[in-house]
């Protein structure tokens, strides 16, 4: 049987489109909720990284997706960590000789990065360590069943919002941007091939890289399990979710922001298929999404100001 | 090569000859010409190590695990809250298994803010699973940070380096500075993470194995124990200096002994001298390592312990120890808490009037 397949599929032969690695190191049998974003967003971060690499791992949703001791469903070494610790650990596994060369990256949720965590991360963007932090956003402490955190959007329900987040959403990019890291990105798990490309970039790049992640949950954002994917390209689409990097002190827009800031999607195809929207008053979390796609813009028109400088 | 050091510069140059590959330290008073000194080393090349100046202490201890869980050896100095503030790491870095040796000068806790000696900040660090040593002279701050990286390498478990604030951090004695050669050797982790042998560590980990961990923690603070000794003993073999889990002085034929750590320790061997002259058996016992705690000959004595710490409405920590292993009465004295002078002859003075049991506040009482 295997004999006949070689024949059709020589065992070089990868399967995957886009030159995606067919190798996986997110194991079957993790212990992530069905339909997660942050496991999808994991597997291609994975992919993208290689063998060659050290996670780090807070407290968050992971620790829990890698399975009981005595398994691990992560196919590289793992340091778990308490939650406010990730940014200085890795800059202290990253600081030592031994590990020169290694893809050390923190894999941590928004409350173990824009709360508990932001002061290590400050410190270590600082110091310029050299490491890739990725940031799951599922938009509140989903391990712990679904609390408010500084990422949860305005108008969501959490079980510490219980009628929604009245006030906005912490916005950890333009914090790390102050902090000029080495590189930025925000990216999707419904647009795997494009978080891919962000890892790929980062690691090429030494000092301390930062990736943002949406990662829609099924369980907390009260969403049927197959949508996934789907809410995850309808946040960018409708302006609440962008897909830009930043390098040099530049912000550029990849294509799918570009176009949802020309045309966006309704809102309303966003927010309704998510219970935990219920009864958000539209027209006030608009404001917010209009707000922040003003300042993008504004982020990335002086990108183009530069570029009419240099060209001048 | 001998030279006249300080208690924190006898620490940076343990670490120095230690081979250390990475520090991660914050500063705070008393502590800051550890870290000060640290650096000049690795900037001037004379010591070719990582320094991370991290944020705070919670992130100093937090790059130590980092590093140290990859086989790397790792070092931090701290003080007071430094160390409280450090608190939920020093937990993780013992049950992590991780050999990091950390010092910290002994400062009293705020509020009132106060910079000066007392023992309340590591004591009440006893249960995290590290080893603690309180060293009274600037040789042996160098030479007990020198024993705790091949004792730490052996069993697996961290272990913290306390010298009083000022007191001893701050002052100058002789220093033989003894390079370590191979009595430090390599450092060999069979746990560190491998990337060709990819490992979770500290994942989840239920009810039906996580005490199993726990119990191979206190297995090994019981044989560092013994590993101890057999340190000292190469040690004291190699470079001629010897060391104990307690300094006993003029306890042979003693039927009162004063029990104490740190420099206040020292001072009660004067203060023996002086009860001796009087014609009183007076002995004096210095706990070098509290934590794994030692056996001590207490038998029959009149016991006078001296602590420079308390636990609110028990009374003194090193005391309450020793009642915990000894069925001896005991005679509390709480002394010297945030810099308080405490005299030779002030001890001399107590141990005269000390009753049979009790406790007594230098000061107040």
């Known amino acids: 049987m295997l004999h006949q397949t070689s024949m059709f599929f020589p065992k070089k032969v990868n399967l995957m489109l886009d030159d995606i690695p067919e190798v996986e190191y997110l194991h079957k049998g993790n212990t992530a909720c069905a339909g997660c974003g942050a496991m999808l967003a994991l597997r291609y971060i994975l992919k993208a990284s290689g063998p060659n690499t050290i996670i780090v791992n807070p407290a968050c949703c992971s620790t829990v997706c890698q399975g009981t001791y005595p398994k691990t469903a992560y196919g590289v070494p793992v340091l778990n960590i308490a939650f406010a610790a990730a940014a200085a650990a890795a800059d202290g596994m990253a600081s030592a000789r031994r590990n020169k060369g290694k893809n050390i990256i923190v894999f941590a949720g928004d409350g173990g990065t824009v709360d508990i965590g932001i002061q290590a991360l400050s410190g270590a963007i600082e110091r310029n360590a050299n490491i890739l932090y990725v940031c799951y956003d599922n938009e509140a402490y989903a391990n712990t069943g679904m609390q408010k955190s500084g990422s949860t959007p305005y108008g969501a329900i959490t079980t510490t919002t219980p009628t929604g987040r009245k006030d906005s959403k912490k916005d950890i990019d333009l914090i790390i941007m102050a902090h000029r890291p080495a590189y930025m990105a925000s990216a999707s798990a419904g647009y795997p091939k494009d978080l891919y490309d962000k890892v790929k970039k980062a690691l090429s790049i030494e000092g301390t890289k930062f990736i943002h992640v949406l990662c829609p949950c099924p369980p907390g954002w009260r969403y049927s399990t197959e949508k996934t994917v789907e809410l995850g390209k309808l946040a960018v689409k409708c302006g609440m979710w962008f897909l830009y990097e930043y390098e040099n002190g530049r912000l550029t827009l990849n294509a799918p922001t570009k176009a949802a800031l020309k045309r966006p999607a309704p809102l309303e195809d966003y927010v309704k298929p998510q219970g935990r929207f219920k009864g958000v008053d539209v027209e006030r979390l608009r404001q917010e999404v209009n707000r922040s796609v003003e300042r993008v813009k504004d982020l990335a028109m002086m990108d183009m100001v530069e570029k009419v400088k240099e060209a001048s | ?365």
């Open chain 2, 1 to 365: 090569m001998k030279k006249m050091a300080t208690g924190n510069q006898a620490a940076a140059l343990a670490v120095k000859e230690s081979n250390v590959e990475v520090v991660a330290a914050y500063p705070i008073t008393p502590q800051t010409e550890v870290v000060e000194t640290i650096a000049s080393f690795v900037e001037t090349k004379k010591m070719d190590a990582a320094y991370i100046r991290v944020e705070s202490e919670h992130s100093a201890m937090a790059a130590c695990i980092g590093a140290s869980s990859t086989g790397a050896r790792a070092f931090t100095a701290t003080s007071s809250h430094g160390l409280l503030y450090m608190h939920e790491m020093l937990h993780w870095a013992a049950g992590a298994r991780l050999p990091i040796v950390m010092a910290n000068m002994n400062r009293a806790v705020g509020p009132a803010w106060n910079i000066w000696a007392e023992h309340t900040d590591s004591l009440s660090q006893r249960d995290t699973g590290w080893m603690q040593f309180y060293a009274s002279t600037v040789q042996e701050v160098y030479d007990t940070i020198l024993m705790s990286y091949r004792l730490a390498e052996k069993v697996y478990l961290p272990a913290m380096v306390c010298l009083d604030g000022f007191i001893l951090s701050h002052a100058i004695q002789p220093l033989d500075i003894t390079p370590p050669g191979d009595f430090i050797p390599p450092i060999d982790l069979p746990h560190a993470l491998d990337t060709k042998d990819p490992m979770s560590y500290g994942n989840l980990t239920g009810p039906g194995d996580y005490f199993k961990f726990r119990r191979a923690i206190h297995d090994a603070m019981k044989r560092a124990d013994k590993e101890c000794r057999s340190v000292e003993k190469e040690f004291s073999g190699r470079f001629g200096r010897n060391y104990g889990p307690v300094m006993e002085y003029r306890t042979g034929d003693a039927d009162t002994v004063i029990v104490g750590m740190g420099t206040m320790a020292r001072e009660a061997e004067v203060a023996v001298d002086l009860l001796r002259k009087e014609g009183m058996k007076a002995g004096s016992l210095r706990i070098r390592q509290f934590r794994p705690f030692p056996r001590l000959d207490l038998e029959g004595k009149k016991v006078i312990v001296l602590d420079r710490d308390c636990s609110f409405g028990a009374g003194g920590i090193l005391a309450q120890e020793i009642r915990f292993h000894h069925d001896v009465p005991v005679y509390n004295v709480i002394a010297g808490l945030g810099g308080q002078d405490v005299r030779y002859e002030t001890i001399a003075d107590l141990a005269r009037k000390a009753k049979p049991e009790g406790e007594f506040w230098l000061g107040v009482d």
